[in-house]
Each structure stands twice: as C-alpha cells, then as structure tokens.
C-alpha cells in the first residue's frame, strides 16, 4: 500500500496521506475499497485534484453515474450553480443518497471547491457500527421491520413555509419500502434510517415515531460520527450503504460548491 493512515476516530473515518498519481493509477483501489467498507469514510486532506482527476480517481473505486457534468455534479444551494438546489436543502437532515432508487449509490467523492464562512461542515454517522451495538432485545425487536421511504420525509421540517405546489411536487415521489436492517452480502447489518425513513409499516403511528426517533438519535450517538471540517481541496469518499451523512446549514448564498462525482449502486438493499 502506498499510502499512509490514521484513524481520528474508533468506529469511523480514516484519513490517508497518498501522492495523486497512486491515487489515480487504481493501483490501491481494491485496499481503498476494503478500507471504505471498514471505516465508512475515507479523507483525502488537500488532495486538489481537478474535476478530471476527480473523475478519474472515482472510475478506480467504482463507475460513475453520468450525473452533471460528464459524471460531476455541483452541490450548492443556489438555484443558479445547480437545478438541484432546492432539494439539497434536505442534505442538513441525516441520509442516505438514492432512497428511492431501485439500488442506492455504492459511494460518493465529494471534493471541497468553495467554502462558506459559517457552517457547512459535514457529518458521517457509521450505520453498521450502530447496528452491531444495539442491545439484543432491540435486535430482535426490529428484525423483519420494514420502512416507507418519502420525499416528503426529506423535506418536512426544513422549510419556513411549505406552500401547496411544494406537496405536490413531493406526493410526485414513489414511496419504496426498505428494510429497517440492510443485510448486505458480505453477511454485515446496517441501520438503514435517515430523514427519508418516513414510518414503520405495521405500527401505529405514535409506536413508529417513537422508534425511528429513537433508533435515530442511537445512531447519531457522538461514538458513531465523525465530522469533517472542510479545507478548500479537500477530497471524501463515503461508503452510501453504511453510512448516514449530513451537512451543518449554511446560508443560500454563501457561495459554497463542491464537486461530486456519485458512484453506482451495486447492491440492491435486502
Ligand atoms: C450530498 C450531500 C453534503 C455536503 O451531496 O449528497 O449530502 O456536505 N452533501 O454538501
Ligand atoms: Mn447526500
């Protein structure tokens, strides 16, 4: 391996030092892989690599969706930079990408490009360490339990108004039903929860709120999440299926732009 690692924190992130042409050549892709699915996140510090090399380093973790520009999307909160704007207000909620996709994204490479003079830090929260910790009776008691998943989910609660044409566009989303522990193939459990994880099928409503609060908060505990303080040039890979993300608010028009390439799912949630 020709990189270098520390581990912040117990249970998630790694950050690696590595000179760009052995992040670009793929020759530590399957270590950086197993690595990610180890850890959650890995941070690549002052990286710099240009939206090419961004591209590239992205095509040797997995394939990159055609999303934005030849495979990079800008993630602001202006209308102007990105047609998306409006609903990435929802990114200050904890998620998962692709919540209603048929098999959500594998990963994301997000690389700081613009920073906003307050906020906009982003937080991970490691979803297979919360399951492994959880007490067995909670084990128990969540196994089998399916979610409804729904864009209205991700939006409620961030708006200062919700005007009618709002909910509508929302009610526009389908309304997939996961399971509330993702068994994937390796055998491994996550918590699949965040803000699109709307209610539990089979429980009164006030039963379903009280657990998805409570397994929520469990697994936004201060031991599961890691925080990255961004430096402009900044590079981060998440692992989509383990981990929960969000961003601290910023203002619309800070300015703030990074640069994402998302990587295609490859495993469809079971
Ligand atoms: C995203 C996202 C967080 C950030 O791009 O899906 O949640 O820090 N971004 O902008
Ligand atoms: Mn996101």
Redesign the pocket.
Known sequence: MTFKTTDLTPLIETSITADKAALLDGSNAQALRALLEERGVLIFPRADLSDEEQRTFARTIGTPTDQGERGL?K?SLDEKVTASARY?KG?VLW?F?GWNDPVPALG?V?SARVLSSTG???EFSNTYAAYEELPAETKARISGLKVAHTMMGTQRGIHAEVKPEMEADWENFAIPRHPLVWTHRSGRRSLLLGSSADWIEGLDSSESDTLLAELKAWASQPRYVYRHE?QVGDVVLWDNCGVL???EPYPMDSG?V?H?VTLEGEEAIT
């Open positions: 999307h993630i990435l990114t998620h990408d994301t997000l906009g830090q982003t961004w993300h969000r961003v703030r990074m994402r």
